[in-house]
């Protein structure tokens, strides 16, 4: 059997039930104010940086070859343009003085 509300026990469930949802509401906002508070998130960042630094000091002292590879790999990638420069073929003049002139006589024995 069910029982049926009376408008007046209608009324009240309906008030405890928005009571608890304005409750979560106010919750909610103050946890995602507490969140995105730019102090709270500085606070954070740099607390997780110096966990970063700390592990890669360590990583480091513990495997200087891999900090050793890894310097070197990048110093290679930002040279990458002068290397390459090293190792390229001189470029043929083109230029109209020299036009029809080869820099290199050969003669046909």
Known sequence: M???LTPAENLHAAELRSARAR??????????????????????????????GRTAVAVAKDKPGILAGVAAAGFVFLARHRIARLFARPRKDNSPATAGLNPVMRTDP
């Open 23 to 52: 409750e979560q509401l106010h919750l909610t906002v103050a946890e995602l104010q507490a969140r995105l508070d730019p102090r709270a998130r500085a606070h954070r960042v740099a607390r997780e940086a110096q966990v970063a």
């Open 2 to 4: 069910t029982h049926v």
